[in-house]
């Protein structure tokens, strides 16, 4: 492991975790948190989404979210994301890159996938929209900014 990898700050106020009574041993919950922390590609986290299916059943929505995360915190890396938080009712993506991009395009490129997205020069401000439909807006924004 890289001792000096970039990391990103998330605060995306979703319930994600391993609850106990999904994986009832806190030393392996430990060790599941350990190498969901290490995962850095889609498929690595699709592979362990997997994995928690076969010994464990289906996920319930706290382990959804928590593979969420991750994958969301992985492509924050890729593009350049230094923090992603909840602000009066938006997301908020902040990333010093978006200085030396071009971000009109990036903003018609958003609004072409109906993302409902303002780019700043140093941060995305995404609307919050309902029953999930920002954690779509947050990684196609994502996906848009990699690097």
Same mark, same amino acid.
């Given at each position: 492991?890289?001792?000096?990898?970039?990391?990103?700050? #998330?605060?995306?106020?979703?319930?994600? =975790?391993l609850?106990?009574n999904?994986?009832?041993?806190?030393?392996?919950? #430990?060790?599941?948190? =350990?190498?969901l922390?290490?995962?850095?590609?889609?498929a690595? @986290?699709?592979?362990?989404?997997?994995?928690? @299916?076969?010994?464990?059943?289906?996920?319930?929505?706290?382990?959804?979210?928590?593979l969420?995360?991750?994958?969301?915190?992985?492509?924050?890396?890729?593009?350049?994301?230094e923090?992603?938080?909840?602000?009066?009712?938006?997301?908020?993506?902040?990333?010093?890159?978006?200085?030396?991009?071009?971000?009109?395009?990036?903003?018609s490129?958003?609004?072409?996938?109906?993302?409902?997205?303002?780019?700043? =020069?140093?941060? @995305?401000?995404?609307?919050?929209?309902?029953a999930?439909?920002w954690?779509?807006?947050?990684?196609?924004? #994502?996906?848009? #900014?990699? @690097?």
């Amino acid at each position: 492991e890289e001792p000096l990898a970039p990391t990103v700050t #998330l605060d995306l106020n979703l319930p994600a =975790r391993l609850p106990e009574n999904y994986v009832p041993e806190a030393g392996l919950r #430990l060790q599941l948190y =350990r190498r969901l922390a290490g995962l850095t590609d889609q498929a690595a @986290i699709d592979e362990m989404g997997q994995e928690l @299916i076969d010994r464990f059943g289906p996920l319930p929505e706290p382990v959804v979210n928590l593979l969420y995360v991750v994958r969301v915190k992985v492509l924050a890396i890729n593009a350049g994301v230094e923090a992603i938080s909840q602000e009066d009712g938006q997301l908020v993506l902040k990333s010093a890159a978006l200085e030396s991009m071009d971000r009109v395009k990036l903003q018609s490129q958003l609004q072409a996938q109906g993302v409902p997205a303002r780019v700043a =020069r140093r941060a @995305i401000w995404l609307e919050l929209r309902d029953a999930g439909g920002w954690q779509g807006d947050l990684v196609k924004t #994502l996906e848009a #900014l990699r @690097i």
